[in-house]
């Protein structure tokens, strides 16, 4: 193939042929054309875009052929016609076979000479035969550029668009870039077993003082903290423990609790307020009947109020005992609370109270208070004639969380 080489002042380090490829001036490499780097040096080659074609400035070196040798042939063989015999070489005994021997010159045709027929040439000895199929070489698939996507040929040290190197010096591959590495969780990193195996070896291997530094540190925190809170008079140890009944919404029967009417002497039957508050099956009574009619919350009460003081907690919960105990057959002869309210402080909550022997009223007080009033607003008929005019409380308990 003719080869071209441009003339100018060097400052381009390419030159072309007449194919058009680029051969790189710095080590020679031959790329296609519209190449932008050299693909063994990876030297950049984009000072003319497109292939030149071969001009007046161009010198054209055309390769040469060997002149045919030609040889007179004996006149003997040229009078007879017959071409000339050859012997095979003879074989060496010892060393590599010789090469085969050129074929003989066929001599000129010339006036009544027929030209020989060509001889078959037998395979010298010791070189096999050449086979008549010979298998194409198997290209590799070329790849792409991790940089730009291009494909790449096969080999290439650079990418002959990006210039980006494929190849390290030495035949090495140029590493891959390291993917990153997905990290678990610091949640399931805890409660990994071979973590928490690996933190502890690390910690053992630490300075003593760098592994007792947290505990240092998380013990002096607490010690302020608890001597924050004693200085506010608030017991770390109460804190701790209603946060831990809040949590479980446990609450206990206020004990001591005391019991009286207001006004004074309104009980019936002979029985006594106390009675609520006592924990066993007596009742309290007063006077009841059908014209008889109680107050809403928040007015002046017509009948008697029940009052139960206390050491000053914040009540959660009342649960009261409407009526006589349910085994007593005089419960069915009287009136039993249908409406009642309860105040404290300057608040006051209705409850309505269904036709049965306990319920529990959802009374919150949110801040600590020393007493509470009930009052009764309407109230449920005997169940069986002649009733008996009274009505009355078996039980009546306070309910709060425990004192820490």
């Given amino acids: ?176 870039a390291r993917q990153p590495t997905k990290r678990d969780t610091w949640w399931s990193r805890l409660w990994d077993s071979k973590d928490r195996a690996a933190r502890r070896a690390f910690r053992r291997n630490l300075p003593p003082l760098y592994r007792w530094r947290r505990l240092v540190i998380i013990v002096l925190s607490l010690a302020l903290v608890a001597g924050g809170l004693t200085l506010l008079r608030h017991s770390p140890k109460s804190l701790v423990m209603s946060g831990y009944y809040n949590i479980k919404k446990t609450v206990v029967q206020v004990q001591p609790v005391n019991a009286r009417t207001i006004p004074a002497g309104q009980s019936a039957g002979g029985t006594d307020p106390s009675a609520l508050v006592d924990n066993t099956k007596g009742a ?39 009526g006589l105990a349910k085994e007593d057959p005089s419960r069915l002869l009287q009136y039993r609370p249908k409406q009642i309210w309860v105040a404290y402080g300057d608040h006051c909550q209705s409850f309505p109270i269904a036709n049965v022997e306990s319920v529990q009223l959802p009374l919150d007080t949110k801040v600590p208070v020393g007493s509470i009033r009930i009052g009764v607003e309407s109230a449920w008929p005997p169940d069986q004639t002649p009733g008996q005019d009274v009505l009355g409380f078996s039980e009546i308990r306070v309910q709060a969380r425990p004192r820490t």
């Fill in 1 to 176: 193939m003719p080869q071209t080489g441009t003339r100018g002042d060097g400052s381009a380090a390419t030159r072309k042929v007449a194919s058009g490829d680029v051969i790189c001036e710095d080590c020679g490499e031959t790329n296609k054309p519209g190449t932008e780097f050299c693909i063994a040096c990876g030297a950049y080659l984009g000072w003319q875009a497109q292939p030149a074609s071969p001009s007046a400035n161009e010198v054209t070196q055309p390769m040469q052929a060997a002149p045919a040798a030609r040889s007179a042939a004996p006149a003997a063989a040229a009078a007879t016609g017959s071409a000339p015999t050859t012997s095979p070489p003879a074989r060496t005994p010892a060393g590599p076979p010789a090469r085969p021997a050129a074929p003989p010159r066929q001599p000129l045709p010339g006036p009544g000479i027929q030209p020989a027929p060509p001889q078959q040439q037998s395979p010298a000895a010791g070189y096999p035969a050449a086979d008549a199929t010979v298998a194409a070489p198997v290209e590799a698939a070329a790849t792409g550029c991790p940089s730009c996507g291009r494909t790449v040929e096969p080999g290439r040290r650079f990418c002959g668009h990006c210039g980006h190197q494929l190849i390290m010096p030495g035949g090495a591959a140029v590493p891959a």
């Fill in 284 to 322: 309290w009574l007063m006077t009841w009947n059908a014209q008889t009619k109680g107050t809403p919350c928040g007015t002046p009460p017509t009948t008697p109020v029940i009052e139960l003081w206390f050491d000053p907690i914040r009540v959660r919960r009342l649960d009261v005992w409407p």
